[in-house]
């Protein structure tokens, strides 16, 4: 069946560090793929997407490539801020017999000044 | 609205009892998900409106779990005979076209 699958967190980076959160995914069809952010003391937020093979998602600095090849959504950042810290989720959208989405467990990053 | 309201935004109850969880989804938007997160756990899906269809009521852990919408309205999320386990934040969001969703802040259960 479909799933996805996330880095074990938490991450710890210092500030302006590069950031690189795992994702792989399995899956029958066309899905599309997603990173959510929840913030401490808030709900999750979109973060980006991508909807078919070889798009770039990309928003805040963030960005990452939807690799069937691969079958990874890889997220990543060039220069971490502290505001950054956070839970990231990696997602999978499809459709069969409806539509539905699956969550990755979620990594958690924590960036150091 | 401008978002996804949940309410309340807190609950403690004693085990055993009934709680109703809300979520007001944005107007206009024809998906409505439930979710769970336990602590340091990812997202649990529990159950899917989708307009005026039935819903999938899929993730749904166990009979003590029911969900209600009404049209593209207000859900109600039903726990009946909490245990601890249903400890956690439930999480509400709605979506006008299936890409992206707007997620409410949660309503945190706590079961004593």
């Known amino acids: 069946g479909n799933s996805v699958t996330q880095m074990e967190g938490p991450v710890t980076l210092s500030e302006e560090a590069f950031l690189t959160i795992n994702c792989t995914y399995t899956?029958?069809?066309?899905?599309?793929l997603f990173w959510y952010v929840q913030y401490p003391g808030e709900g999750l937020q979109l973060l980006l997407k991508a909807t078919k093979a070889d798009d770039k998602g990309s928003n805040k600095g963030f960005e990452a490539t939807y690799r069937k090849e691969t079958t990874s959504f890889h997220l990543e950042k060039g220069s971490v801020q502290v505001s950054d810290s956070a839970v990231y989720f990696c997602?999978?959208?499809?459709?069969?017999?409806?539509?539905?989405?699956?969550f990755g467990a979620g990594t958690r990053l924590f960036v150091k000044a | 609205g401008a978002g996804v309201s949940q309410s309340p935004s807190n609950k403690v109850t004693e085990k055993g009892k009934d709680v109703e969880l809300r979520c007001d989804p944005i107007s206009g938007h024809t998906a409505l998900y439930w979710y769970r997160q336990r602590l340091g756990q990812g997202l649990e899906f529990l159950i899917y409106?989708?307009?005026?269809?039935?819903?999938?009521k899929s993730g749904l852990p166990s009979d003590r779990f029911s969900a209600e919408r009404t049209g593209e309205s207000v859900s109600t999320l039903t726990i009946q005979r909490t245990q601890q386990e249903d400890s956690a934040v439930y999480l509400c969001a709605s979506s006008l076209n299936n890409y992206g969703y707007t997620f409410g802040s949660g309503t945190r259960l706590t079961v004593v």
């Open positions: 409106f989708q307009g005026n269809s039935a819903p999938d």
């Open positions: 899956a029958t069809g066309y899905p599309s």
């Open positions: 997602a999978l959208f499809f459709y069969t017999g409806g539509f539905k989405t699956i």
